[in-house]
């Protein structure tokens, strides 16, 4: 870019200097700008079609990717760009055409007068493909076989095992995006989107009869309709905008019936109902804008309001005919919350080196939801005789913060900061609770032999609350001496530091660690007090003009340490959580030395492993039983440039997982007897798959 901006002003004063010569016309023919960032007029990019095969079938492995079966898939990818003769230009972009996750996007327009954006996206979601259940669903209604034998374990169930059925659970996204952006001549923009998205699959639920309780394959039929209208007025020292945003979201399924698999436990006990998520719908009205009274100083403010509504029929207290329950109190919860926001900032240089930055938000969440009791009927067995009421949850949250930054020679900045947090609750165990930070980062000149650039970033932290309200207040069941960690006192202390050792043509080296460390300083039962501890090296290493390597590797450790009581009193027991994640990246790639030949080898390797250790009087388990992953993904490629306007691309890509999760593992459908799941194990699989494509460029 600097080479371009010299040539191009010695060009202008050569044509200053001519003077005369002005009058007499510039012969441009032969002209040619070679290092020009626009492409020139007409369709410029390419288009990839090829072909996959997939070794073996695993939903684990094709989550997210849409490769979940063994077999061929089509391979169709492009990226093309259009430039008309003005500041007309589009874009249009294909993503994995052939599989089930893919997208296409189409954006462009006229610059300063209109912009229309079209996108299709899918996305499947896989979670396990392994799993088991008798039921039959059909929509919101789940049944069992004909002549089905119930029992009060499902260690007896007689005909369990010839009714199971294998499915996924698993969902797949569906998103139409559409967008207008209309700039008449004038300061006015007008702007208009919709998206609407589709997710359909199964889910889990359980359902439960006292001690018993079965897990359930629930469906996942939603539809989300989404609509963005903005108008913006720009100026010459500011803009200000008012937008609208409305979401509507449906759930085809209200409620999950299912056949109770065990004996019942009372008359008319024989099935099961569960609400699903309601029909709502939310709506904001925002006004933002910036302005520049003057060159060292930006101005500004974001005021939003908005509303969440919620008013679908309320599904009965039971199912059993059999009990005499009451009536609800209302045919719908008639539930609306108000929600306003405002965000205030001003950034300020008093003089040239030195920047003062003030933000100031406020968030309010006032929920009107009407307050009612409630009857209480116990897995549709029995009533509770014992009426609670819902708690509508309302906050307030106000947040500051003020920085000062400074700049010093050849890229060093100091900066430094105060930050106050106070938040107001209703209905909850503290009415209030503040935090004040401090922090300060420092950045190192770019010209030192070793670590230019680096940055340092240091925080504290102290959170207070109000008294913690009785347990009483909530319904009792709580031990007094509990804290709730995100309510609790707290202090916090955090270090950041990124540091690049070596940066040059032949290579670079950086490191990065990180710490953070949490103390709950009055919490006798709950959590007691985390560290989480990161460390990240990166390498890059030119071995010769052909070769280059890469490699990484990065450590993440959390400790917890918690408190409790199973005498609901003192504590008598203590946890202690060790997670620890490591990943390592290796990369080699290759060039001959006209560049038509690459080809490159990229290794990735993720290890978790999860310790939890007890220390209790009433038990003489020590530890659970560790929780481990190890995910190792293996790509080898090889491209061939044919000609300019056709290449060819190979590869070869290997992906393992194992993992051992006792929670999982070897448990099986009934070896729980109060229990029906769904015997799904952590996932353990080995797949290849082999790709061959083609680029074509078209012609200019």
């Not at 099935?271 to 500004?300: C, K, V």
């Not at 509508?392 to 060093?412: V, W």
């Not at 916090?492 to 032949?506: K, T």
Request: overall charge negative; proline content about 5%; charged content about 25%.
């Amino acid at each position: 870019m600097r080479r371009q901006t010299l040539t191009f002003a010695g060009a202008l004063a050569a044509t200053v200097l001519a003077g005369p010569s002005l009058g007499q016309g510039v012969d441009t023919s032969d002209w040619n700008c070679d290092g020009c960032p626009f492409p020139e007029p007409g369709w410029n990019g390419d288009f990839d079609v090829g072909a996959l095969y997939v070794s073996d079938d695993n939903v684990n492995f094709g989550d997210y990717r849409g490769l979940d079966e063994e077999g061929v898939y089509a391979s169709l990818d492009g990226h093309w760009l259009y430039r008309g003769d003005g500041t007309t230009g589009w874009e249009l972009r294909l993503d994995d055409l052939g599989l089930d996750s893919r997208s296409v996007t189409l954006d462009g327009g006229q610059q300063g007068l209109y912009r229309l954006r079209l996108g299709y996206d899918q996305l499947v979601h896989y979670r396990y493909g392994d799993a088991l259940t008798p039921f039959t669903a059909g929509g919101g209604r789940l049944t069992l076989p004909t002549g089905w034998t119930s029992t009060g374990s499902s260690r007896t169930l007689p005909g369990l095992g010839g009714a199971l059925r294998g499915f996924v659970l698993g969902t797949e996204r569906d998103t139409l995006d559409l967008g207008l952006q209309f700039t008449p001549r004038g300061p006015l923009r007008y702007e208009v989107g919709y998206r609407r998205q589709e997710k359909e699959g199964t889910g889990l639920r359980s359902g439960s009869s006292i001690a018993r309780f079965v897990q359930l394959p629930a469906p996942v039929d939603y539809v989300s309709d989404e609509i963005d209208v903005a108008l913006t007025l720009t100026g010459g020292s500011g803009h200000a905008s008012l937008a609208y945003y409305g979401s509507w979201f449906s759930n085809r399924n209200t409620t999950l019936t299912w056949d109770e698999p065990f004996t019942p436990l009372a008359p008319g006990a024989d099935r099961g109902r569960l609400a699903l998520a309601p029909d709502n719908q939310a709506h904001t009205l925002s006004l933002s804008g910036t302005l520049r009274p003057g060159t060292r100083t930006r101005l500004s403010a974001t005021v939003a309001a908005g509303r969440l509504r919620q008013d679908d029929a309320l599904t009965a207290y039971t199912i059993n005919s059999v009990l005499d329950a009451s009536p609800l109190p209302a045919a719908s919860l008639d539930a609306e919350v108000d929600t306003t926001r405002v965000h205030l900032r001003a950034l300020h240089s008093p003089v040239k080196r030195l920047r003062l930055l003030v933000d100031l938000d406020i968030d309010e969440r006032d929920n009107g939801t009407p307050v009612l009791d409630w009857d209480v009927v116990r897995s549709d067995l029995f009533p509770d005789g014992d009426p609670r009421n819902n708690r509508p949850y309302s906050f307030e949250r106000r947040r500051a913060r003020a920085e000062a930054s400074l700049r010093l020679a050849d890229g060093a900045r100091l900066s430094g900061g105060y930050g106050y947090r106070r938040i107001e609750r209703d209905l909850q165990e503290v009415d209030r609770t503040t935090e004040d930070s401090l922090w300060l980062r420092v950045r190192a000149p770019r010209d030192l032999p070793i670590g230019a650039g680096a940055r340092f970033h240091i925080l504290t932290a102290e959170r207070d609350g109000s008294d913690y309200l009785s347990p009483e207040e909530f319904g009792g069941g709580q031990n007094p001496l509990l804290r709730k960690y995100n309510l609790a006192d707290r202090d916090r202390d955090m270090v950041e530091f990124d540091w690049p050792l070596v940066s040059g043509a032949r290579g670079d080296l950086a490191l990065r660690f990180s710490s953070a460390e949490d103390d709950y300083t009055s919490s006798v039962i709950g959590l007691q007090s985390s560290e989480r501890i990161a460390v990240t090296g990166d390498a890059g290493l030119r071995l010769s003009e052909r070769f280059y390597l890469t490699a990484s590797h990065a450590y993440e450790s959390y400790e917890t340490l918690q408190a409790g009581s199973e005498s609901f009193g003192a504590p008598d027991w203590q946890a202690t959580t060790d997670d620890t994640i490591n990943t390592t990246t290796l990369g080699l790639s290759w060039r001959d030395v006209e560049g038509r030949v690459r080809a490159g080898l990229d290794f990735a390797r993720a290890v978790s492993e999860s310790d939890i250790a007890l220390a209790t009087v009433a038990s003489t388990i020590s530890r659970f039983p560790d929780l481990r992953t190890r995910l190792d993904t293996a790509t080898v490629w090889l491209s061939y440039v044919l000609n300019d306007r056709l290449s060819l691309r190979a590869s070869m890509l290997y992906e393992h997982f194992d993992g051992d999760d006792w929670m999982l593992d070897g448990v099986g459908v009934r070896r729980l007897p109060a229990a029906l799941l769904t015997g799904i194990d952590t996932p353990d699989y080995d797949v290849t798959v082999f790709g061959l494509s083609f680029t074509w460029r078209p012609a200019d």
